[in-house]
């Protein structure tokens, strides 16, 4: 069901316990100059003014912490601007993942899956989010997949359908491969108890 | 409670101070990856491509979505980032590798790579750093340089052989012209000697170097040249022949040519080619004429006299029938002395001892006389023949008049026997400024083109007449030519095959046939 964007559920999602990066934002900086360019950008502004919450993008530091609410806000007000279909959003996820700052922390342990799925994913996701946790299952290599889970992290629909095609971008960069796909296979806003994605490999 | 409140606050004040140094790193970093001119990208030490700045996507051609996370290979030659990639893991440190790179067109651009190992804190292999400087444009201008080079090496190759050819040539040329049989003489487009043959050398008695270089005028100078020189300065004509006489028993024929390359005049060639043997034949061949024709002639004259007392009845009755063969025999007698007799001229021309008995007379009377001893034979072939006198009165020459006669009834002879019946002749006169030009004009078989310059030659007949009448000797237009310029005219004809022919001489009048005496 959409998630209509008024000043109300603006506010109810600022009631959303934990924080992020400022680094998510920068993401979404990048991706709105890059499809709709600065008029995209100064709308977005302007819209998320309106809600009550207004973020100036290129005023955010990547470093900072800021409420989740705030990052879900961001997220929705892109999707209605730039009239996002669950692809796009998946693809907006995949490629924030070439840009993110936190990705180059990711990276410095590429030299073995396992330690990174492990050991360094979670705390690298510890260290960016105040909320929920990053939990691996199974990571295969024989039968190419890999099982994580994200518990106490229900932020929105609309952000499950980003996190799938950023953890399709953050894997891509650990295997290679000419095919990888992602699915969500639980869900909590779809009555499980948490969210779990499959992500699998040629 | 306080205490530990500050302690907090300042603990904070210290995160919040470190939050904003990290900021400015970042920023620092990211400004300093993006200005980099170099092409840079972070290669994971499975090989796909973890970072690029924005210089490595230029020169790829791919965006940073598209790049990111794509296996090395897609953006390098496979074999040669597998062999980097290798040589880096094991040294760490790569300088100088020539590789390249595909861009995201299909076009290949060669460069040199410097890469460096990446690694954790921990001291495990990330990856590695590789730095691309773009060779394309130095290769470019080093291929130039080569083909420039290649270029050149061929011009300078070509230019050595093509000297080494004119060496050969003018070598070559230089034996020919040493070794040559005829004297050669050659002079620029100034008439300055250039070079001389040593056989000129020895013809003229010189040496080259005496002579190089000087005018025609400066060459007179050298007594033994002043014969040439003359037979030079004399002819102005592109090409022409003169006999020399060096000395007794050594005739030298003289031809001499422009020498021209688009017609432009680039100086002349004088050649000399002894004739001295051919002479000597020549000499001995006339000498042999004329006593074969003296020798012939005394029994053929005895014969005709002795075949006239037949046919006179002298020597008794004689049948019609025996009459008709003694006829024959007396025309075929005729015939042979006709032979002997233009022989003989021939050897005298040749030997020049043709006696010429110049008198002042007119030539109307003498063409009439001609005319009407031809008029039965004309009448006989059917054939009509006029005379056209001339519209003024004909001024007297000097000429011989039994010589004239004979080249008028040559002329006209030829023109009656080469004229099929029913055809016409036209004898005209003509008075000319400067001489008299007389015509026979026939509506006769005429000459074919391509044998019309030798019919002045002795013992010439045309193809098409020899079909016709087999009795010509070819001696006429020979000998006619040369009495006509024995008196300082000219002979010449006009002719085209199957329409008729016109044949003219001319003879100068008194006051120009005097100049024309001065010369001898």
Not at chain 1, 14 to 39: N, Q
Not at chain 2, 215 to 235: A, C, G, H, N, Q
Request: aromatic share 10%; net charge negative.
């Amino acid at each position: 069901m959409e998630e209509e964007l008024t000043k109300e559920f603006a506010q109810k999602l600022m009631e959303l316990k934990g924080e992020a990066r400022g680094v998510v934002f920068k993401t979404d900086t990048e991706y709105v100059l890059a499809e709709k360019g600065e008029e995209g950008l100064k709308k977005l502004e302007e819209d998320l003014e309106k809600l009550g919450y207004p973020i100036k993008y290129r005023e955010i530091e990547t470093f900072s912490y800021y409420p989740v609410g705030l990052r879900v806000l961001s997220l929705l007000a892109i999707k209605k601007n730039l009239s996002l279909d669950d692809k796009k959003l998946d693809d907006m996820g995949f490629k924030a993942t070439k840009k993110s700052l936190i990705i180059k922390f990711f990276i410095k342990h590429v030299f073995s899956l396992e330690k990174i799925f492990f050991q360094k994913g979670p705390k690298i996701w510890r260290e960016h989010w105040t909320v929920g946790e990053m939990i691996p299952i199974e990571l295969n290599k024989t039968k190419k997949y890999i099982i994580l889970k994200f518990e106490d992290f229900n932020l929105s629909p609309v952000y499950c359908v980003y996190l799938k095609g950023y953890l399709r971008g953050l894997f891509s960069m650990m295997i290679k491969t000419p095919e990888m796909t992602c699915q969500e296979t639980k869900c909590f806003f779809k009555g499980d108890e948490y969210h779990e994605y499959l992500i699998k490999w040629e | 409670m306080e205490e530990k409140k500050e302690k907090v606050s300042v603990e904070e004040d210290k995160i919040l101070v470190l939050l904003e140094d990290l900021s400015s790193l970042e920023s620092y970093a990211r400004d300093l990856f993006s200005f980099l001119p170099l092409p840079v990208c972070l290669i994971s030490s499975i090989g796909i491509i973890l970072d690029t700045n924005p210089s490595f996507e230029e020169i790829s051609g791919y965006g940073t979505e598209e790049i990111i996370g794509s296996p090395v290979e897609n953006v390098f030659d496979e074999k040669e980032i597998e062999a980097l990639t290798k040589e880096t893991l094991e040294k760490g440190v790569v300088k100088n590798k020539e590789i390249k790179i595909l861009t995201k067109e299909k076009t290949e651009i060669i460069g040199s790579a410097a890469t460096t190992l990446r690694k954790t804190e921990e001291g495990e292999v990330v990856g590695y750093f590789l730095g691309f400087f773009d060779l394309s444009k130095v290769k470019k201008r080093e291929r130039e340089l080569k083909e420039t080079q290649a270029a050149l090496t061929n011009m300078i190759e070509d230019a050595e052989e093509a000297r080494v050819n004119a060496e050969e040539e003018k070598n070559k040329t230089e034996a020919i012209i040493n070794n040559l049989t005829d004297g050669l003489l050659v002079f620029n487009k100034e008439n300055k000697l250039l070079l001389m043959n040593p056989l000129a050398e020895k013809i003229f008695d010189v040496k080259t170097r005496d002579l190089i270089n000087r005018s025609v005028s400066e060459l007179k100078t050298f007594p033994t040249l002043d014969p040439l020189i003359k037979i030079l300065e004399k002819e102005a004509k592109k090409v022409f022949k003169e006999e020399l006489l060096v000395k007794e028993n050594l005739v030298f024929e003289v031809t001499t040519a422009h020498v021209e390359v688009k017609e432009k005049k680039l100086g002349s060639l004088v050649i000399l080619h002894d004739i001295s043997r051919e002479k000597v034949v020549e000499r001995m061949k006339t000498e042999f004429v004329s006593l074969a024709a003296h020798q012939l002639r005394t029994p053929l004259s005895a014969i005709k006299w002795t075949l006239k007392m037949l046919l006179d009845g002298d020597l008794g009755e004689v049948t019609e029938e025996q009459k008709s063969f003694v006829t024959k025999t007396y025309k075929s007698n005729e015939r042979m002395i006709s032979l002997i007799n233009d022989l003989l001229d021939i050897t005298r021309i040749e030997e020049g001892r043709y006696v010429y008995k110049p008198v002042l007379a007119e030539l109307e009377p003498v063409i009439r006389l001609v005319i009407n001893s031809s008029k039965d034979e004309a009448e006989r072939k059917k054939i009509k023949l006029e005379f056209k006198k001339s519209e003024k009165k004909l001024p007297r020459v000097v000429m011989d008049v039994e010589k004239i006669k004979l080249v008028a009834q040559n002329f006209i002879d030829n023109a009656i026997k080469y004229t099929p019946a029913g055809g016409g002749v036209r004898v005209s006169l003509k008075c000319l400024k400067k001489e008299i030009e007389f015509s026979v004009k026939d509506t006769g078989v005429g000459i074919p083109k391509d044998q019309q310059e030798r019919v002045f030659i002795k013992f010439f007949r045309g193809a098409n007449v020899v079909r016709m009448d087999t009795e010509g000797t070819g001696l006429g237009l020979f000998i006619s030519k040369n009495i006509i310029e024995a008196h300082g005219g000219r002979a010449w004809f006009e002719s085209e095959e199957n329409k008729g022919s016109v044949f003219y001489f001319t003879l100068p009048i008194k006051e120009e046939f005097e100049e024309f005496l001065k010369e001898f």
